[in-house]
């Protein structure tokens, strides 16, 4: 799909698991479960052993899944994941060189910031969708709404302490999609093996996010 089609997708679902498991098994399980929940995107970090090799396996599979990389720290790593096949970038920080390398390979690039004027410079040097990291420790769904006061144009995405109870706000507050890990993605659940937590999170999530868009534009069909 393209940059735009992957854009229209994670803003339809507004929920963007990220994936940080203990080996490249754990990921492809977490990936099924979440799935089966109705969230077809994962955010494969790189602190996932052997995790482009992951991507390359999600991506190869066929599944209609969207398969990003995450924690991407600089541009030669995020050359190699798209190499690998991911269909979208994102970073915790902003690095101007990350941006120039997905945009010039037309993929999809989501560059952490925090800062309004960092959110600025991320978004002018071409990040498609800015992740506000760490979002909880600034003041969650309130400093959304202040930062989309004077940005109303640039989608954000808030990423760090998401969970089921601060998720609604945080939707109508105007994010255009949520960066959720392990409230959604279980240590727990991966370890044990029992994948069931994970599928109902993610159905959870789902609800919750439909349910904030309802509240926030009620006469949308």
Not at 69 to 76: E, P, R, V
Not at 132 to 159: E, H, N, R, W
Not at 183 to 199: C, F, H, Y
């Amino acid at each position: 799909m393209s940059k735009q089609e992957n854009f229209k997708r994670i803003a339809e679902v507004g929920i963007i698991p990220v994936v940080r498991a203990a080996s490249s098994k754990q990921a492809l399980q977490a990936t099924e479960a979440l799935s089966a929940g109705g969230i077809p995107i994962v955010e494969i970090t790189m602190t996932v052993p052997d995790a482009i090799d992951v991507i390359a396996k999600l991506t190869r599979a066929g599944n209609a899944i969207l398969v990003g990389a995450g924690t991407i720290l600089d541009a030669a790593t995020a050359e190699r994941c798209i190499d690998a096949g991911a269909q979208f970038v994102v970073s915790p920080g902003f690095d101007p060189d990350t941006v120039k390398a997905a945009n010039r390979r037309g993929v999809l690039i989501m560059a952490g910031a925090l800062t309004p004027s960092e959110v600025i410079a991320a978004w002018n040097a071409g990040s498609d969708l800015v992740k506000i990291f760490p979002c909880d420790s600034v003041g969650g769904a309130k400093y959304i709404k202040s930062l989309k006061g004077p940005l109303p144009q640039i989608p954000m995405v808030p990423t760090g302490g998401v969970n089921l109870n601060t998720v609604g706000d945080l939707i109508r507050a105007g994010s255009e999609a949520v960066g959720v890990g392990g409230e959604l993605v279980s240590k727990n659940a991966l370890n044990s093996g029992d994948l069931a937590p994970i599928t109902e999170a993610a159905t959870k999530f789902v609800a919750a996010v439909r349910g904030a868009r309802q509240d926030a534009n009620p006469t949308a069909s």
